[in-house]
């Protein structure tokens, strides 16, 4: 695979299905009028479990329609478990609100934590890799901080497309091909690699494609707003 993030966008263009919201529409209005009309002892029969399922289902079919729409196709999450031969994220997310670190430390005592706080949906994508620093730890009795950093100006357009597409998720992440990982108390790091990031908004269970883009330098978009401060 030469280039992860460009695979990550094609495999989110291929889960673009089409969704017939009436459809849905229709059928969740039958689902919760029942799902109203359930009584605490009937919640443990299967008939109810399987409605709730169906409900949770179409509630997230709803959601991919809504912001299909909106032209952000649901985020291939499997993207996210490609590794590198030393078990380490080719791709990783970062809080666009955050400081451009993104941390997993693990305790020698069992316990670990990310910073920031992944949502559960990236976080689950991450569990063999925190298993493999959590094992690290565990083996030489020291705890263990791997950081990756994010580096790379957003240009104007992406800043646009954040800006009309915060209101609609909870969080958004920039997701990057990882460079050189600080590693504390181990050495080993992964190979140095140029980013070509993705913002992605999450929104519940969902995760959702906003953009695509090339980092730029300080002097380029320097020169980009010298140009437009000309052209005003």
Known sequence: MKNPVKEAIRLSKVADVPVDLVAVEE??????AISRNVLPVESGMPEIKEMRQELRLLKSRKQIAKYNEKGYPPFALEALTWRRENGFPKLMVYALEGNGKTEFFASNYGWSQW???LAPALRRQYKDFG????ARALDILKSITATSTYTGLIPADVKEAIKEAQPAFTTMWIVAETGKWD???VKEVPPVVRADPLIIGVR???VYLIAAYDTTTVEAEAERLSLAKVGE
């Open 204 to 206: 519940g269970r969902g």
């Open 27 to 32: 059928r969740l209005d039958v689902l919760n």
């Open 131 to 134: 298993d493999l620093i959590k």
């Open 183 to 185: 590693i504390k108390e």
């Open 115 to 117: 910073t920031p706080n």
